[in-house]
Structures are given as structure tokens and as C-alpha cells.
């Protein structure tokens, strides 16, 4: 019987040189190769190194995320790649802007549930107000859900950054 | 320590363009590859004043890639070319992914518009690093003239270290023309790209133990034995010797073995021997040195080798699991990791199963026995020339007179043939294109190739369509004396894409004959060098004879039998048990050969 392979989501971080055309690289290698890319962030880390890390949210079956970090690996940039969701426990980060166009009851309504789930404002008119949201990609978008019938305008959300727990470091 | 005190660039330093010789200098360059323009005059003014340097000048920027991959191929050091910004660079291309693919240290230097003018679509402005990011294992703009001499050096790194590979410097005129401040070599490791040369002991170990207790053995090679350099090969040959295993190569891996070794089986895949295939397809244990499982050689992949544990020894790591799962993955460079299983092999312990191993021996042997290449010559006077015999001719001839030799290849049913009629018995001998598979590759090859080796008898074995995409390189031949020999199997149509349309396309033959071909012999003629024909089976040696005995660039036509197909045959997508022999052993050509050819099968290329 035909098994489908399983398929698993996957955080991977990557510590590169911070030179021009390593990100383009890494963007074309997923695009050239056919691999997913669900988010990508990328941030100078150690201006005195001058490294930067990449974290790229994917999926694949396990054989093909083994792929995705050899792949990376050979990279002539790259230093070191870490596959977070198989390494161990991890925390994975993102933060949202949420613009909120709305008045009267879908106001106080909004503003509950931002309280709830640790929202805060940042911004406000009298029509409108921008949430600031830190949390996992889950909790992100169980509120953005939660505010689409309350005057939801737009979102900005930066992909996911993620690190290890405990002593270990990529 | 690595900073150097002229890091900084000030007036009374040399212009960029002397840096950059200076550096090539340093990285032991003899000769460059190039076409001139614009963008790279002040290299050109460098290179005028001066004689450590050679310049070849192509006639085309593609073929400057693939003569500089045939003097690396055959010398074991990189490559270097030279073209101008625009569509030099782009002309370039090709060339470039063709190394990529078949994993050849080239360096290419690309011109570009000066610094302050990119981005602004000036006149002969390519995005160079963009256009080729896909298309190099890596690629540098230089924006600082105190970046120069450093980014030369790492790029002369970069493409032979590891899996080697085209590299591309971009640079901008100004950067070239303004001083720069000289920095030699590091002497201290990269800071990034560091590629594990040495293998895993425990790895090794594990692959020791499997390799004894095999039944039914196989040792297959690619192309990475060959870039492991001689001594790789002198590795493999003990290996097989001391274990008694067969052992079969990929295109690329050709020569690494000796062809005529009673222990090696001929090449494996698409149009390898039968009992390559079968032994890959029964083999109980498998050890992969330096190739990649490429789709030529596994065919249908699910069909590939189903009873077979696997090892795999590869310096790129994501060449190992890539296509097909491996139980004993090794990332090492494969002349080591060989002469680590030799060592291993002595403090191990365990007895290989003479009899199992015997009793395979006897299978193959059976195997062997259809004799797969078998085909038959008519040697009445007239009859015409197969080109099989063509080319066992060739192979004869050229072993008789005992000439250091070097093949080069086009791309078609001639190239196949190149492989399973010429016997190669030393690595770096063959040259082709495996990976991409470019018609145009086999002249400016054969060019490069016979620049590094002056002496050597260099013969390109080509197909009458596949010559025309690089034929201005004649000129070049002429202009620097290289006596390259181009035995063109000429069948008048592209004899490969004619025998799919014959096997796959219910015979219409949609575009794949030349009409109005030139007259070659003219042809050679008319770029100075010597042209020669042979029309018939009683021409073919006088033919030959007389074309490894001129001192000139010789066309040789050989006008052999159109409708000839390339055997064995395993269709894409077809598993290596579907194999389909020639009429010789009484299969007709019929698509139903290949019981399990499918619409899928044949959406592959
Ligand atoms: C640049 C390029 N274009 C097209 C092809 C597809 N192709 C593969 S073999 C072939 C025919 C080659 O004909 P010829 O050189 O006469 O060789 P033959 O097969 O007849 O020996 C073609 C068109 C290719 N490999 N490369
Ligand atoms: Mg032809």
C-alpha cells in the first residue's frame, strides 16, 4: 500500500556572513529547489562579526527538510543552520501590527479581547487603533481571526524568530 | 596577522586590473579563456604588458567556459575565463551551469559598468550576480577596490574546494581602473565555508562491516573520483582488487577504473551495459563513490535497486538522501574515504562470503554473456559505417599507436557511443557533458584541453548537429596551432532526438533532420585547418590513420548509418529490469519493450 510520505512544519535558523546577495541566495535556492517558505525573517545579529541570522519557517517530509539544511549548508555564507523544531525545546516568536477601523460597541469589544490576549495599543483615533501583539504564529492568528468581525483594517506581521531554550546555541 | 597594512587603497598603488593579474599570479594561472570589450579593457592593457599569463582568444564567450572546463577537467586546477560586461556575461551562461552540474572549478571574470552607474541600465549592463546566483556555486561583486585581491583569492578557493564548481567576480571598470592595494592569500581558514574533507571513522567502520558481509556486491562511481584527483582512482583500484567486487561508473565517473579490467562492468544507466543495470538492480549491497543518483542512472526511482543497503560516500552532503534514501550516509572527499575503507578493511575482522560472492560472479558472468554492445559491421567494400565501429576504430587505432589521448564529447547517440566503444583506462581522460547535457561542448573542450596538453592526441567525438553550436571555435584552433582531431559521426540527424521520436513519438520525425548541412570538408577547409571523409567501411581506417598523423586541426566526416539507434536503452521512467537490447539480439524497437512506460514516463526529459 502507498504510504504518503508524512509532512512535518519546520523552524530552520541560519547564521550567515551579512554580505550582499546572501539573502537572494537562500530566497532562490528555496524558489529553484521548489521548497515552501511559510515566513522568512532576517536581521543583522553581530554587527562586530557582522553575522546575521535567518529564520525560515517551512514544510516538507523529513527528508526533505534534511535537504533544505544541507542544502543551506553548502552555502558559501553560511556558517551554521539548525533545524529548531527537531533540535528540542524552542520558543518561536512573532509580532504583529493590527489596524482596527471601528467604533461603539466593536470598540470596547476589540479592546476586551486585546486585554485578554495581551495586546496593547500603540496607536489611536477616535475611529481607529493599531495593536501591538507578540506570541506564537498561532495565538497571532487566533486573534487576528477573533478582530475580522470587529473592524479589522490590516496587519503587518514580521515572520517568526526563533531560538533554542536553555544553554544551547546554534 | 591576516591584516595586511596595504588593506587600504591610496593613489600611488597599482590600478585594480594589475592587482587582479597579480593575484591570478599568485593562484598559479597559466592561461585565461577571454573575449574582450569595453567593460574589462584595462584587463586587457594588463595582460598586453605582460607574458606569465597566456590569453586564448575564443570566438564566443560560451565556448571560453567550456575550453577553461576542459583544461581543468584534464589538469585537475581551475579554469579561468575572461569576458565583457552585458553579453559577455551572458553569453557566459551556459557554460557556467554546465559546470555547475558536472562540478568543475572555473573562475570567471565578468566586467561591468562602472560602480556609480549600476542600476541605471547603462549601455552593455547586465545584473550579472543576478543572472548568474542560480547558475555559480558562488558569485561576488567587487564594490571596494580593497576587497580585489581578496575576493580573487577566495574565489580560487571556493570553486576547488569541496565540491568544486564555477565561480563568478563581477567587476566594475572603475574598480579596475583606480588603484587598489595588493593582499596575498590567506593562510588561515575560511571564515565560513569549510567542507569536511576527512570521513567519519564510525561511519567507515559501519560501511566495512556491510561491504563483508555482502552477498551480491556493487561498487558504483561517479564523477567525484575523478575531482578526488589521481589519486582517488589509484585508491579505487585497490579497493576493487583487494575486495573482488564489481564495479560499475556513471558517465561522468569514466576512467576512474581501468574499461578493459575484467572486475569493471562498463557504464551504468540510461544507455549503460546490461549487466551494469542488472547488477545495480539485484545487488544486495551497494557502495556509491561520488555520484549522485542522478535520474539517468536510477531510471524509475521506486524500481531503483529495491533490495539493496545502501552507502554513500559524497563531499556535498545534500547529494546524499537527495533521491534515494542511504542507510550509511559519508561526507567526505572520496579519495580519502576509499583509502579509510582500505585501512578498515585490514583491522576488520570479518571474512567476506567467498562462495556468495563467486556464486554473484557467476550471475554477472551470465549477464555478460548477452554481450549488450554486440553489433555487426558489414565489411564488404562500400558497405556503410556503423558508427559503433567508428568509433571501436578510433579506440584501436589510437591504442595501437599508443598516443596519449584525450576524448571530448558533443551531446547525442555519439557521445553515448564515445562511452561504450572508447576504453578509458586513466581518469581525466574523457570529457563531457553529463550533468547538462550541452550540444556545443565538445570542441572548445577539446580546445582547452589540448592547450594544457600541447602534445596529446585530443579528439572530439562529435555529431553533425552538435558541432555547428561552437563550429567558430575552428578559428581559434587555427590562430594558436591546436591540433584538436573532430571525428564527427555524421548521421545527419539528431540522432538522439530522431531515435526518442522513433521509440516514444510514433516515428514522426518533427525537425530532427539538418537540411542543407555544410560540406565539413570545405568547412575545415575554409577555417585552415584539414578535412577528410570516409563514405565507406573500406575508408574508415586510411581516414583515421591519416587524421591522428596531421599535425593540424583536422575535420574528419564520417558518414555512417542514419537510422542507427543507441542500445541498451532504458526509457525514462522505465526500471533498470525493462531494459531494451538492440536488434541484434532480436528485440524489436517497440515501445511495448518497456512494459511499464507511462504517460508519466514520458513527461521526463
Ligand atoms: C544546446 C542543446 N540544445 C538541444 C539539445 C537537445 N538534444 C540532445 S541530443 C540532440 C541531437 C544531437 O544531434 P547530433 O549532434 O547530430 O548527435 P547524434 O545524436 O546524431 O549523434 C539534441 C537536439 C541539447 N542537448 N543541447
Ligand atoms: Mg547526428
Known amino acids: 500500500m502507498p504510504t504518503t510520505p508524512h509532512q512535518r512544519s519546520a523552524i530552520i535558523s541560519v547564521l550567515v556572513e551579512n554580505e550582499a546577495g546572501i539573502l537572494a541566495r537562500v530566497i532562490g535556492l528555496f524558489t529553484g529547489r521548489g521548497y515552501n517558505i ?22 516538507g517530509t523529513d527528508m526533505v527538510i534534511e535537504q533544505i539544511k544541507s542544502q543551506l549548508d553548502r552555502l558559501v555564507q553560511v556558517y551554521r543552520v539548525a533545524d529548531l523544531s527537531m533540535q528540542g525545546p524552542h520558543v518561536a516568536r512573532e509580532l504583529a501590527l493590527i489596524k482596527m477601523v471601528c467604533k ?37 492568528d487566533a486573534f487576528i481571526d477573533l478582530m475580522r468581525g470587529l473592524g479589522l483594517a490590516e496587519v503587518s506581521r514580521t515572520g517568526v524568530a526563533a531560538i533554542a531554550r536553555g544553554t544551547t546555541t546554534i | 596577522m591576516s591584516q595586511n597594512p596595504a588593506a587600504t587603497p591610496a593613489p600611488d598603488q597599482p590600478a585594480g586590473a594589475e592587482i587582479l593579474l597579480r593575484a591570478l599570479k599568485e593562484q598559479g594561472v597559466e592561461v585565461i579563456f577571454g573575449y574582450p570589450g569595453g567593460a574589462v579593457l584595462p584587463i586587457y592593457d594588463a595582460i598586453f604588458n605582460q607574458n606569465a599569463i597566456r590569453h586564448i582568444l575564443v570566438r564566443h564567450e560560451q565556448a571560453a567556459v567550456h575550453a577553461a572546463e576542459g583544461y581543468a577537467r584534464s589538469t585537475g586546477k581551475v579554469g579561468v575565463v575572461l569576458v565583457t560586461s552585458g553579453p559577455g556575461a551572458t553569453n557566459a551562461v551556459t557554460g557556467l551551469v554546465d559546470a555547475l552540474m558536472d562540478s568543475i572549478p572555473i573562475v570567471c571574470l565578468t566586467g561591468q559598468v562602472p560602480t556609480h552607474l549600476i542600476g541605471n541600465d547603462a549601455f552593455q549592463e547586465a545584473d550579472t550576480t543576478g543572472i548568474t546566483r542560480p547558475a555559480s556555486k558562488h558569485n561576488y561583486l567587487v564594490k571596494r577596490s580593497e576587497d580585489l585581491a581578496r575576493v580573487v583569492h577566495e574565489a580560487f578557493y571556493v570553486a576547488r574546494a569541496g565540491r568544486p564548481g564555477p565561480v ?81 561508473s556513471t558517465l561522468m565517473g569514466l576512467g576512474a577504473y581501468p574499461a578493459g579490467d575484467p572486475l569493471f562492468l562498463g557504464m551504468l544507466g540510461m544507455h549503460g551495459t546490461y549487466e551494469a543495470n542488472w547488477a545495480m538492480h539485484d545487488c544486495d549491497v551497494m557502495l556509491n563513490i561520488g555520484a549522485r543518483f542522478d535520474d539517468r542512472v536510477t531510471g524509475r526511482l521506486n524500481a531503483f535497486s529495491p533490495g539493496s543497503r545502501k552507502i554513500h560516500i559524497d563531499i556535498d552532503s545534500s547529494s546524499i538522501n537527495k533521491n534515494v534514501p542511504v542507510e550509511i550516509p559519508v561526507v567526505a572527499d572520496a579519495g580519502r574515504a576509499i583509502e579509510a575503507i582500505l585501512a578498515a578493511w585490514d583491522t576488520d575482522p570479518a571474512e567476506i562470503d567467498r562462495p556468495a560472492i563467486t556464486a554473484w560472479w557467476r550471475q554477472i558472468d551470465a549477464w555478460r554473456g548477452i554481450d549488450c554492445l554486440r553489433f555487426t559491421q558489414d565489411m564488404t567494400k562500400g558497405a556503410i559505417i556503423k558508427p559503433q565501429y567508428a568509433v571501436q576504430r578510433l579506440y584501436d587505432i589510437t591504442r595501437e599507436l599508443q598516443k596519449k589521448t584525450f576524448i571530448t564529447t558533443e551531446v547525442g547517440q555519439h557521445q553515448m557511443w564515445a562511452a561504450q566503444y572508447f576504453g578509458f583506462d586513466a581518469p581525466n581522460r ?78 514522426r520525425y518533427s525537425e530532427s533532420y539538418t537540411a542543407a548541412l555544410p560540406d565539413f570538408v570545405k568547412l575545415a577547409d575554409s577555417f585552415h585547418g584539414v578535412g577528410l571523409r570516409a563514405k565507406s567501411v573500406d575508408e574508415l581506417d586510411d581516414v583515421i590513420r591519416e587524421m591522428i598523423s596531421l599535425d593540424r586541426t583536422v ?51
Open chain 1, 38 to 59: 511559510d515566513s522568512l525573517t532576517v536581521a543583522p545579529v553581530d554587527p562586530a562579526a557582522n553575522h546575521s541570522r535567518i529564520n525560515i519557517v517551512t514544510s
Open chain 1, 104 to 140: 461603539g460597541a466593536d470598540r470596547v469589544e476589540a479592546l476586551r479581547l486585546a486585554e485578554a490576549f495581551r495586546a496593547s495599543v500603540i496607536d489611536a483615533t477616535l475611529e481607529s487603533f493599531v495593536f501591538e501583539m507578540t506570541g506564537s504564529t498561532g495565538k497571532l
Open chain 2, 168 to 248: 563568478v567576480i563581477d567587476l566594475p571598470k572603475d574598480i579596475l581602473i583606480g588603484p587598489a592595494p595588493y593582499t596575498p592569500a590567506a593562510t588561515t581558514p575560511h571564515r565560513s565555508y569549510r567542507p569536511q574533507i576527512e570521513p567519519d571513522a564510525s561511519q567507515i567502520a559501519k560501511a566495512v562491516a556491510l561491504l563483508k558481509s555482502a552477498k551480491r556486491p556493487v561498487i558504483y562511481t561517479g564523477g567525484g573520483v575523478i575531482n578526488a584527483g589521481p589519486a582517488a582512482s589509484t585508491a579505487l583500484r585497490a579497493l576493487v582488487r583487494k575486495t573482488g567486487f564489481p564495479c560499475t
Open chain 2, 430 to 507: 574523457w570529457m563531457t557533458s553529463g550533468g547538462l547535457g550541452t550540444m556545443g561542448y565538445g570542441l572548445p573542450a577539446a580546445m582547452g584541453v589540448q592547450v594544457a596538453h600541447p602534445d596529446a592526441l585530443v579528439i572530439d567525438i562529435a555529431g553533425e548537429a552538435s558541432i555547428l553550436m561552437n563550429i567558430q571555435e575552428m578559428s581559434t584552433l587555427s590562430q594558436y596551432r591546436l591540433p584538436v582531431k573532430v571525428f564527427i559521426l555524421n548521421n545527419q540527424y539528431m540522432g538522439m532526438v530522431r531515435q526518442w521520436q522513433e521509440l516514444l513519438h510514433g516515428a
Open chain 2, 555 to 605: 575535420i574528419a566526416d564520417i558518414c555512417v548509418d542514419e537510422k542507427e539507434n543507441c542500445f541498451p536503452m532504458i526509457p525514462s521512467g522505465a526500471p533498470h529490469n525493462e531494459m531494451i537490447l538492440g536488434p541484434e539480439h532480436g528485440t524489436s524497437l517497440q515501445i511495448g519493450g518497456a512494459k511499464s512506460l507511462t504517460d508519466e514516463g514520458l513527461a521526463l526529459v
